[in-house]
């Protein structure tokens, strides 16, 4: 049971260029969200898929876009890739209760 | 959202030391959560608290819910190396989760 699989694990871009992120669950869940995690800033919420077919903004979208493939799949999208877009992302689903998240093992960019 | 303020920031200890640390919230949460990353990896899950006053343990690990319903407390008994990581508190905003920004711990043997 593979749980959450995010690909790439690592990513060197160059200022400008073009990227997704993609994000598989394996566990039916409703519920998908990608984050970011900065030194010292905690998680913070980019988007969230509450449903398949639906997306929202989170605390901090700009400069991202999304898309709920299917059940399974979101996808994270940086159009044009700033330095200040260099975090670690965080792909994580939810079964719909608080305690029902799972993450996965994160995608580490580096924009120069 | 919710501002979550965890401290301490960072904690260094010798193992077999107990560690505490707390986390709180500017507004009344009905879930606490607290969750362990270690390095490399994503975050996991390692208590959950639905009830104000509720004391959870999870083996060396006891979490409370305060009564307030504003704060939260996370205790390590007797810690070992494998505890390095980063804990994190979380709440609910919405859909998602709120987290707080994490106290990194280090355990010298």
């Known amino acids: 049971n593979a749980g959450v699989t995010q690909t790439p694990k690592f990513q060197v871009l160059k200022t400008g260029q073009s990227m997704t992120l993609q994000c598989a669950q394996d566990?039916?869940?409703?519920?998908m969200y990608w984050y970011r995690q900065d030194p010292g800033m905690g998680l913070r919420l980019i988007y969230y898929?509450?449903?398949?077919?639906?997306?929202d903004k989170g605390e901090v979208p700009n400069g991202y876009n999304v898309s709920r493939l299917n059940k399974r799949e979101f996808s994270l999208r940086l159009e044009s890739a700033a330095p200040s877009q260099t975090s670690v992302y965080f792909c994580?689903?939810?079964?719909?209760?608080?305690?029902?998240?799972?993450f996965g093992s994160g995608t580490r960019l580096t924009v120069v | 959202g919710q501002q979550l303020n965890q401290s301490p920031q960072s904690m260094f200890i010798q193992e077999g030391e107990d560690v505490s640390m707390n986390c709180t919230s500017s507004?009344?949460?009905?879930?606490w959560l607290w969750y362990k990353q270690d390095p490399g990896e994503g975050p996991v899950l390692l208590i959950a608290?639905?009830?104000?006053?509720e004391l959870t343990s999870n083996g060396r690990l006891t979490a409370q819910f305060g009564i307030t319903r504003k704060d939260s407390f996370l205790n390590i008994s007797a810690s070992i190396p494998s505890d390095v990581g980063i804990y994190f508190c979380?709440?609910?905003?919405?859909?998602?989760?709120?987290f707080g920004k994490g106290t990194s711990l280090l355990v010298t043997p």
């Open positions: 898929s509450a449903s398949e077919g639906t997306t």
């Open positions: 994580a689903s939810s079964d719909g209760r608080m305690g029902g998240y799972t």
């Open positions: 979380a709440g609910p905003a919405g859909y998602a989760l709120n």
């Open positions: 507004s009344i949460f009905n879930t």
């Open positions: 608290l639905y009830k104000a006053g």
């Open positions: 566990m039916n869940h409703n519920s």
